[in-house]
């Protein structure tokens, strides 16, 4: 009875301890969790919506194509500051550069009526009739594609902070908040709404690009 009565307070001990170590793993479980998950965690950006404004921004900039107006379509619709992304595919892999203006562009364009839906491009080297873009028109479509941010996450993996935080929060933003526009045969670009006035912020060249 005496012994015990000893033991009791190391029991008692042991008990707490054993307790306020499994507390502690949980607790150091939950937080590492919440930090990856903030780490994962996007930013959500509210794209504007399509307005009459948008389609006429759009209409200048299909006549100053049609026009072959670099000097005005680079002064008015290519930010002075930021320029635009250039997306393009060397040696099979996905590239960028950043432009300040546009220097060479096809000025042929058949329709100036902007159809709001998405256009696809085929390659198909087994079946000639299937290659191409599945339709004809202009084309403003809200779904892009992530070109920039994955290009920048990838080449991060393999060469540490090789991007910056702020230059991949940046590509985000303007991948989130842009509209594609697809003129068949001749251009994909996105535009987006900065600063209150609407600018070409990315050329594709990537989607009609058939080599893999």
């Excluded at 779904?143 to 941010?149: A, G, L, S, V």
């Excluded at 230059?167 to 987006?192: G, H, L, M, R, W």
């Excluded at 709404?193 to 060249?205: P, Q, S």
């Amino acid at each position: 009875s005496t012994q015990a009565k000893t033991l009791f307070p190391y029991t008692t001990l042991f008990r707490s301890l054993l307790i306020f170590i499994i507390l502690s793993f949980f607790i150091t479980a939950c937080s590492v969790n919440n930090n990856q998950l903030q780490v994962n965690q996007k930013k959500i950006y509210e794209k504007e919506p399509i307005t009459p404004q948008l389609k006429n921004e759009i209409n200048q900039i299909l006549q100053l194509i049609k026009q072959n107006n670099l000097a005005l379509l680079n002064g008015k619709y290519i930010h002075p500051k930021n320029g635009y992304y250039e997306v393009t595919r060397v040696e099979h892999k996905n590239i960028f550069e950043i432009k300040n203006s546009i220097t060479k562009i096809d000025n042929e364009i058949d329709s100036f009526e902007i159809k709001i839906e998405k256009a696809t491009f085929n390659c198909s080297p087994l079946d000639d009739s299937l290659y191409g873009w599945d339709k004809e028109g202009v084309f403003l479509n809200p779904q892009t594609t992530p070109f920039i941010t994955k290009i920048m996450e990838e080449a991060n993996i393999l060469q540490a902070n090789r991007f910056k935080k702020e230059e991949i929060e940046k590509a985000d933003f303007i991948e989130q908040t842009s509209y594609e526009v697809v003129i068949p045969y001749n251009i994909i670009f996105y535009i987006t709404k900065l600063e209150n006035n609407w600018y070409i912020t990315l050329i594709d060249n990537i989607t009609t690009d058939c080599s893999r």
